[in-house]
Nanobody, 115 residues
């Protein structure tokens, strides 16, 4: 089992920044990749950014150039630095960890961007 705990969400004005953290614990050996997803009201959950165990990153087109995913292996933590936030970034943000054959999810953290 892998346990994920997100933190760092909140309310910010458009153009502002937030940093989300996701701390992993439990059976974290051989986690292949970790990522951030988001789900806005009435919409499907979508990938925001992901990072592999080797450090390869992938971003949704809508956040490229604004968001940065990184990981601190010593702390078993993944971060999502979000800059130049827009109202359309408002959503619940979920951390996930993929460890074949299972994907684990955190409980989510709310990000609200006011115009």
């Amino acid at each position: 089992q892998v346990h994920l705990v997100e933190s760092g969400g909140g309310l910010v004005q458009a153009g502002g920044s937030l940093r989300l953290s996701c701390a992993a614990s439990g059976s974290i050996f051989s986690i292949n990749a970790m990522g951030w997803y988001r789900q806005a009201p009435g919409k499907q959950r979508e990938l925001v950014a992901a990072i592999t165990s080797g450090g390869v990153t992938n971003y949704a087109d809508s956040v490229k150039g604004r968001f940065t995913i990184s990981r601190d292996n010593a702390k078993n933590t993944v971060y999502l630095q979000m800059n130049s936030l827009k109202p359309e970034d408002t959503a619940v943000y979920y951390c996930n960890a993929h460890k074949i054959p299972t994907t684990y999810w955190g409980q989510g953290t709310q990000v609200t961007v006011s115009s």
